[in-house]
């Protein structure tokens, strides 16, 4: 009887998977680039082909600079990717510096249901490599909905939604809540609260990039008082 | 009949007066729509239509594969056709008209004899007392027919009949003038009565869309764009215009768009005719078929970009393009066309506000929130005066841009000109 086989290689069936263990997806799955966030996921990276949810309260705490490792490799493989409703206008010269290809890179700016429709054509056509969709008014039928048309495609799927939704259920299998470091030199706080495994109980930091640059005094001063003073006082007290 | 006894026969008939024009537009459609079955299609008045197939086979996989798709697709244009299948015209017609439509592999066989022996007299095109007459010797199947000496047919039916029975045969050739393709396609249908529903514009759409796809087949080339007329009766008519992305000539794919453009436009009237005409086709590259099956990816981008343009305007589907130019207003632009790919060597932000926000000055610290903290800068951004007074242009310009980071824990990009401190875009 091949069915009553031991117990223990049962358990390596890819879609059983131990309370205590987080489960493996294999291939599916596009490493975050950031290591201490990959162990924590389900097959070491962002799902393919279902909806991360990222939960944040504002815009502009470093919520993409998370995805950026994922989306820039989709798009140096050629992949397309799309941008729906984005909560602010988007600034192609940062996505250049980002290294995404601006040619395979669709930007929506809709709003509603049009968002939600477009998102749903995007994954279910299968053809786009990743989708990152704002969608503040999702309710969970219309998060269900998404989820399905993204099953079994390829896309990476993320949907920003606010910091309250962690209140309300979600089809996403993944679902992490974002807040900012309390000071410019902390990192982003990462909770995954909901995954394919059990949940962390706990939030991680990652390091993420931030846009610092450092300018030598060698440049020319600043014309004119108002500038110099305030600027360079504020500077040391970084 | 009358149509008085008819009606006294079957109270519920409905009675259609027959226009020979339509019907001959309908026929010319099918015959368009055939062209994606074979570039060879000869029209036969009144209402048949002649298909050398010979040569197709292979690009269908087989004659039952293209057996079905005539079937079911001429089935989904509202047409029920009778199919009879030979290696002559001729014999095809005649079995066609017989309603000799099983047995296929009967007919291709080379026993051309046996093919066209079980086709009933009736079935052919003779003249009436002629019909009469071989009725009157007892004849009904054609076979029996053939075994008759030809000399005393042709001094008893004419030699027009034997003729076209040699052509049957396949022992004198049948010459027929092939089927013109139109050189631009425009066609038109009316309905018997106004309708004020797309779903019924849509489905007589399907028709013109059919015969639009074999029209392109046989042309090679893709559809880039098209127009979409509907006439009314009191008003001047609508233009529904629809682009492509990239040339295409599936039908699935213009009808897919022509719903969604049709069910997001509110009729101003109803409609009593609608013209299709292509108004921009280009040719097709060639498409190499599956090695192995390989399934071809499921949906292209272009078909997407095409949906999501058709629902949400032309004006949401942006790709984005960068210029070379210092000022961050102009460095960014919707078109994708003029690009470059070098990027600022300093961080730009992810979301750039349209308008730059004036920020409050606190102690001489910018605030946000709460007093923000300036991470790295400055970065001097001046000059511009050559677009300066221009409509629309940013012009002259002189800031230092900072990164700073907000008590919220935000990262902003904020600048300093002479009226104080302005926010400008966000990191994420």
């Known amino acids: 009887m091949p069915a009553s086989a031991e117990p223990s290689s049962l358990l390596h069936r890819p879609d059983i998977w131990r309370g205590d263990r987080v489960a493996e997806l294999g291939a599916d799955c596009v490493a975050s680039g950031y290591a201490a966030l990959d162990a924590l996921l389900p097959g070491a990276g962002w799902p393919c082909g279902a909806l991360s949810e990222l939960l944040l309260d504002q815009p502009g705490i470093g919520e993409l600079e998370l995805l950026h490792p994922a989306l820039a490799r989709l798009s140096a493989e050629g992949a397309w990717l799309a941008w729906v409703a984005p909560a602010l206008p988007v600034y192609a010269p940062a996505l250049l510096q980002w290294g995404l290809s601006l040619e395979r890179l669709l930007v929506l700016p809709v709003k509603g249901l049009d968002a939600l429709w477009c998102v749903e054509q995007i994954l279910s056509s299968g053809a786009f490599g990743g989708v990152v969709a704002w969608l503040p008014e999702a309710q969970p039928p219309q998060m269900r909905r998404l989820q399905v048309a993204a099953q079994g495609q390829r896309p990476l799927a993320f949907v920003m939604r606010p910091s309250a939704c962690a209140q309300q259920s979600s089809p996403a299998p993944l679902r992490v809540a974002l807040h900012a470091g309390r000071h410019a030199r902390a990192g982003l706080s990462v909770h995954v609260f909901k995954r394919r495994g059990a949940p962390v109980a706990q939030s991680i930091e990652i390091d993420i990039p931030r846009p610092v640059f450092r300018i030598d005094h060698g440049f020319p001063a600043l014309a004119g008082a108002p500038f110099s003073a305030s600027s360079a006082r504020s500077l040391s007290a970084v | ?428």
């Open chain 2, 1 to 428: 009949m009358k149509t008085g006894s008819a009606w006294a026969l079957a109270p519920t008939l409905h009675v259609y007066t027959r226009t020979i024009p339509a019907e001959v537009q309908a026929l010319q459609n099918l015959a368009c729509w055939a062209g994606r079955l074979t570039p060879h299609v000869y029209m036969e008045a009144p209402n048949a239509l002649l298909l050398e197939i010979g040569g197709c086979l292979r690009l269908f996989e087989g004659l039952d594969r293209l057996l079905d798709i005539a079937c079911s697709e001429s089935a989904g244009l509202g047409f029920s056709p009778k199919i009879g299948l030979a290696p002559t015209p001729r014999a095809a017609l005649w079995r066609a008209r017989a309603g000799l439509h099983e047995a296929w592999q009967d007919a291709t066989a080379t026993d051309l004899f046996g093919a066209l022996a079980e086709v009933p007299v009736a079935a052919l095109a003779l003249e009436a007392n002629s019909l009469a007459a071989v009725q009157a010797w007892g004849i009904s199947r054609l076979g029996e027919l053939l075994s008759l000496p030809r000399e005393g047919l042709a001094a008893r039916l004419g030699t027009g009949f034997v003729l076209q029975l040699a052509q049957a045969l396949g022992e004198l050739s049948d010459p027929r003038e092939s089927f013109i393709f139109p050189e631009r396609f425009s066609q038109r249908i009316e309905w018997p009565a106004p309708v004020e529903h797309t779903t019924a514009i849509l489905f007589s759409s399907r028709r013109i869309i059919a015969a639009l796809s074999g029209w392109l087949s046989r042309r090679a080339s893709g559809l880039r764009e098209c127009v979409l007329i509907l006439e009314h009766p009191h008003q001047d008519p609508t233009q529904l215009r629809l682009r492509f992305a990239e040339p295409v000539y599936q039908a699935s794919r213009i009808e897919r768009l022509l719903r969604e453009r049709l069910e997001r436009h509110r009729l101003k009237d109803a409609v009593e005719a609608l013209r299709l005409e292509a108004t921009r086709i280009e040719p097709l590259q060639g498409e190499a078929l599956a090695l192995f099956g390989q399934a071809p990816p499921k949906n292209s981008v272009a078909e997407v970009l095409d949906r999501l343009r058709v629902r949400v305007g032309e004006e949401a589907v942006q790709i984005l393009g960068a210029r070379a130019d210092h000022r961050p207003e102009n460095a960014h632009l919707l078109a994708s066309t003029p690009h470059v790919t070098a990027s600022p060597a300093f961080p730009r932000p992810v979301w750039l506000t349209p308008k730059p926000r004036r920020l409050r000055e606190r102690q001489g610290r910018p605030d946000h929130g709460g007093p923000l903290v300036l991470i790295s800068g400055p970065e001097r951004i001046e000059s511009g005066w050559w677009d300066e007074g221009e409509a629309g242009a940013t012009g002259d310009l002189r800031r230092d841009y900072f990164v700073a980071f907000a008590p919220n824990g935000q990262w902003l990009w904020i600048y300093r000109d002479q009226e104080g401190w302005w926010l400008h875009g966000l990191f994420a």
